[in-house]
Nanobody
Framework: QVQLVESGGGLVQAGGSLRLSCAAS????????MGWFRQAPGKEREFVAV????????YHADSVKGRFTISRDNAKNTVYLQMNSLKPEDTAVYYC????????????????????WGQGTQVTVSS
């Protein structure tokens, strides 16, 4: 089992920044690829970003590319999502997800490739 706890969400004005953190505990974190998803009100949960266990492979959704950056610190068992130039359409609950394998699969945008999920943290961007 892997337990994931997100933090860092909040209310921010458009154009502002936030950094989300996801602290992991339980089974070996450093061998897990990690991802971020989000779910806006009335919408399906969608992929945001993913990072391999070594950090050498990262992918970001087109909607956040150039504004959001995923990173990780295996010594701290933590993955981050730095969010800059936030827009009102970024408003959502953001979820951290862990995959029980180190690599990022070709189907990395699919929820089923992730085995553990956090409870989510709310991000609200005002216009």
């Amino acid at each position: 089992q892997v337990q994931l706890v997100e933090s860092g969400g909040g209310l921010v004005q458009a154009g502002g920044s936030l950094r989300l953190s996801c602290a992991a505990s339980g089974r070996t974190f450093s061998r897990n690829a990690m991802g971020w998803f989000r779910q806006a009100p009335g919408k399906e949960r969608e992929f945001v970003a993913v990072i391999s266990w070594g950090g050498g492979a990262t992918y970001h959704a087109d909607s956040v590319k150039g504004r959001f950056t995923i990173s990780r610190d295996n010594a701290k068992n933590t993955v981050y999502l730095q969010m800059n130039s936030l827009k009102p359409e970024d408003t959502a609950v953001y979820y951290c997800a862990s995959r029980s394998f180190p690599e990022v699969p070709p189907t990395f945008i699919a929820e089923y490739v992730y085995h553990y999920w956090g409870q989510g943290t709310q991000v609200t961007v005002s216009s």
